[in-house]
């Protein structure tokens, strides 16, 4: 019967120290999240590197596809900074929808939705959600993005909405434009 209860309590214990790993976890992993909407909010691919691992993977919302910190950069580059680049500024808003599976000591995954706002060249902000999932691996005893996929849904976002609402008031326009020409060449045609 002692031998019952010891082992008990010694799986107990066992039993509470893995929970306050996995809490710990858990809080780098936030960390590690904060660390990331804040170099992002900055487009600063430099702070990004210590955040991924030395070999890794990020599908971008538009689906672009970068595997180092340079591409990461040029993607910056060439979406917010360049003179024809539509928008010059993003803030991300990364929720995960549950805690992080471990799959094991050293590799976790999670998935979640993004409220992003990108603030456009013109003057005006776009809000999109976006849906992504994220895997982790440990390097040197810390954890860092080993995968990261983004993605938008393309037949539910404010950009399609905001153009299909610019061709129909262009489509409008031409229409009206198109009966006041018509009705001001026929009064002249009648007039003759």
């Known amino acids: 019967m002692r031998k019952a ?21 858990h809080e780098e992993l936030r960390g590690l999240r904060s660390r990331l909407v804040e170099a992002v909010g900055k487009l600063d691919a430099a702070a990004l590197e210590p955040l991924f691992t030395k ?16 591409e990461l950069k040029d993607f910056f580059e060439r979406q917010f900074r360049a003179s024809d680049s539509p928008v ?20 976790a995954v999670i998935w979640g939705s993004s409220r992003d706002t990108y603030t456009l060249r013109s003057g005006g902000e776009l809000t999109l959600q976006s849906r992504w ?14 995968a990261v996929h983004a993605g938008v ?14 061709k129909y008031a262009w489509g409008g326009g031409a229409l ?13 045609k009648r007039a003759a």
Request: glycine share 8%.
């Open 5 to 25: 209860v010891v082992v008990a309590l010694l799986l107990a214990g066992l039993g509470s120290a893995a929970a306050a790993q996995s809490e710990s976890d």
């Open 55 to 70: 070999e890794f993977s990020v599908t971008m919302a538009d689906q672009t596809h970068l595997k180092s910190v340079a």
């Open 88 to 107: 010059t500024g993003v803030r991300i808003q990364p929720d995960a929808d549950e805690l992080t599976h471990f799959l094991d000591d050293d590799v």
């Open 133 to 146: 999932t994220a895997t982790f691996a440990k390097e040197d005893g810390h954890w860092k993005f080993a």
């Open 153 to 166: 849904n393309f037949l539910d976002n404010p950009l399609l909405t905001a153009a299909s609402s610019g």
């Open 176 to 188: 009206v434009l198109g009966l006041i020409v018509g009705m001001t060449l026929g009064r002249r």
